[in-house]
C-alpha cells in the first residue's frame, strides 16, 4: 500500500510540473494576456526591443525588485505600446498609452510613472483604452507569476 501511494505522490508531482510549463499570463479589467516577463536587468533593458508586432492577447510584464518612480523609453521598439505601472499591491497607478515607436536611439524621451510603481505591463497600443482602465485597477498574476 505505501508502493502505491507514493507512485501516486511522484504521478502528482509529475503532473503539477507539466501545469506549471504554461505560458504565464495576467488578467487585467477582465481581460488575460499571456505574457513574457522581464524580470532581471538584462531582460528590463530589453523589453519588446525590434519586435515587428504583437498579437492583441500578448504582452510584456517587467518585475522589479522594489516599488520606486519608473521611466521606460522606446528606444529600437517599432510597434507603439501603452506601458501601465502597477504598485507593490498590482493596482493600477499611472498610465502612458499610445506611446509611439522610437528609432532616435538614446534620444528616445521617457515615459515615466506618476507614482512609485513595482510592477510594468506593456501592451499593444490601444488595450488600455479598449479596457476603459483608470487608476487602481488592479492586475491579477496567473500560476508562475509572483503572488502577493
Known sequence: MS?????AACCGLALSGCASG???WVELAGQRYTVEV???DEERAMGLMFREEMADDRGMVFIHERQE???YWMKNTKIPLDILYFDNDRKLVSQQ???PPCSAGNQCPPYPSAAPARYVLELNAGQA???KLQDGAVLTFGPGLPQP
Open 3 to 7: 508502493k502505491l501511494r507514493l507512485l
Open 69 to 71: 518612480p519608473q521611466a
Open 38 to 40: 522581464a524580470d532581471d
Open 97 to 99: 498609452r499610445d506611446v
Open 129 to 131: 483604452a479598449k479596457l
Open 22 to 24: 504554461a505560458d504565464p
